[in-house]
């Protein structure tokens, strides 16, 4: 057996991977992952479903391997923008929101699912959801300790801004998959997103936690 041999089955590997992954977006567009069978995905793929255990142990592991993925790429570009260089509040709100808009574009479907499976998705895939919005909600807080004037903050009062600032973006992302197709629909989401995290940014920045 040759370097390269090995090398192919473990392309192949990762494309019917892939292919599951790309299935299940696909199978839920009406639905959730609750009514998702693996023999429909195994069908849609065109693999047996014993194969199908070869990648995931149940449909709802191949719904914990999407939400990481719609999560973990998001993180990364937001903990960038935060600790990029930034010329106060409105800049921060800026560059997150564009760094959302761009993202929920080039991962539409991904967001899609998120959106469906957080409210009647498998219960393991709706926890996982929830934990990865408290991990940007804990992320955002570290950071958001290093803004001028929030040196004096509580670590609760911190976690109270970093939740309305994720679930405002949140409601911002399934806004944006609701104005699809109607870019000016699209604009004022965006309008609306920046006006509500600067209001917010601006008007905590002046908050004094209780002592």
């Known amino acids: 057996m040759t370097a390269e041999s090995v090398e192919t089955r473990a392309e192949r590997k990762e494309r019917t991977r892939r292919a599951i992954l790309d299935a299940a977006l696909d199978l839920t567009e009406d639905g959730t992952l609750s009514t998702l069978s693996l023999r429909q995905v195994a069908k849609q793929v065109g693999i047996v479903p014993t194969a199908f255990y070869r990648h995931f142990a149940s449909v709802d592991e191949v719904g914990l391997a999407l939400v990481d ?3 973990a ?5 937001l903990r960038e923008v935060r600790q990029g260089p930034v010329d106060g509040a409105a800049q921060i709100v800026d560059r997150s929101i564009d760094t959302l808009v761009a993202h929920v574009h080039r991962h539409r479907a991904h967001f899609r699912f998120i959106a469906r499976e957080r409210a009647a998705g498998p ?7 929830r934990h990865e919005i408290e991990l940007c909600e804990r992320e955002l807080a570290t950071d958001l300790a290093l803004l001028p004037g929030t040196a004096a903050w509580s670590s609760d009062d ?28 699209e604009q004022q989401v965006v309008r609306t997103a920046r006006t509500q995290l600067r209001m917010l940014l601006i008007g905590a920045l002046n908050w004094h936690s209780r002592t």
């Open 158 to 185: 911190l976690r109270v801004l970093s939740g309305l600032i994720v679930t405002s973006m949140v409601s911002t992302a399934e806004a944006l998959l609701g104005a699809e197709g109607r870019p000016e629909a």
């Open 123 to 129: 219960l393991a895939v709706r926890m996982a959801i």
């Open 69 to 71: 993925e719609s999560f």
């Open 73 to 77: 790429s998001l993180r990364a570009l």
